[in-house]
């Protein structure tokens, strides 16, 4: 039986992966709906590419609803800088047939965990977490509802990509992390410590070349960007791939590797904003909160990648 699943998601190159991985792999997960939120690019983008996703993967019966335009407290910091004005860099889609819907992408979360069997759905978390910190602030409800988070943020040994403490999801709506951290929910995290290892190089750049469909040659269109890619990125070998290891994780678990530890998020400290403070060694007695995911198989998740997306059109 597939999981059932909603992606909340800002694409963003790596989050149009994650999304194609996604629809490649219905025997692991069925998408109940993709929920958009502000952050690589503003929501009227983030919200237009998902739907332009999905029919690139051939699923307009997928909705997509449009949900937070800024984070709980804070502007919105943008990452055009990775991604591009439209958030997709490299890649042109044309506009979506069918529009995101009218309904709010908080409201539809609601919607949909109270009309699952409770424990079902499995919240896939891309961007920031505005949208669920919000969606739990308005139905404390739904919060037993929720089977798993499983979230692609924070970073530990690896510093941050934005600032040197902090990764971007986490940077961009702090206060979103904390609730999360503190809701009690079954939460996995996928933090740079894990992407950064999962480097999208020439060769296998070219081996998703070689499958030929539309999904694989959007992937390569976007990654091929490397002027696009800022100079920390450029330094190694090949281009993270951050976000599909959210649904990589659900497809094949074995994939990758951690512990349940303590996570906390700074979100006073002006140097420190948005940082990830996760007890691997269990130093403050904290009681775990988190999965914190940190050791990969790169090989392996590439090999997956290519064998899924060689399936759609
Ligand atoms: C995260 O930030 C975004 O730019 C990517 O899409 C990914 O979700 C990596 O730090
Ligand atoms: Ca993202």
Known sequence: MPRKIIIDTDPGKDDAVAILLALAAP????????VAVAGNVPLARTAANAAALLELGGRTDIPVYPGCAAPLTRPLVTAEHVHGETGLNGLELPPPARAPEAEHGVDAIIRLLRAEAPGTVTLCLLGPATNLAMALAKAPDIAPRIAEVVWMAGARSEGGNVTPAAEYNVYTDP???????????KLTLMPLDLTHQLLVTRERLAALRA??????????AMFSEI???????????????????VIAHLIDPTLFGGRQINVEVETASPFARGMTVADWYGVTGRPANALWLNAAAPDRFFALLEQRLARLP
């Open 175 to 185: 206060e979103a992390a904390a609730v999360l951290l503190a809701s009690g929910l």
């Open 227 to 245: 002027d696009g890619t800022p100079q920390r990125e450029r330094e190694r070998e090949g281009i993270p791939l951050h976000d599909p290891t």
């Open 211 to 220: 499958l030929g469909t539309a999904a694989a040659r959007a992937t390569v």
């Open 27 to 34: 025997e692991a997960v069925e998408v109940l709906a993709v």
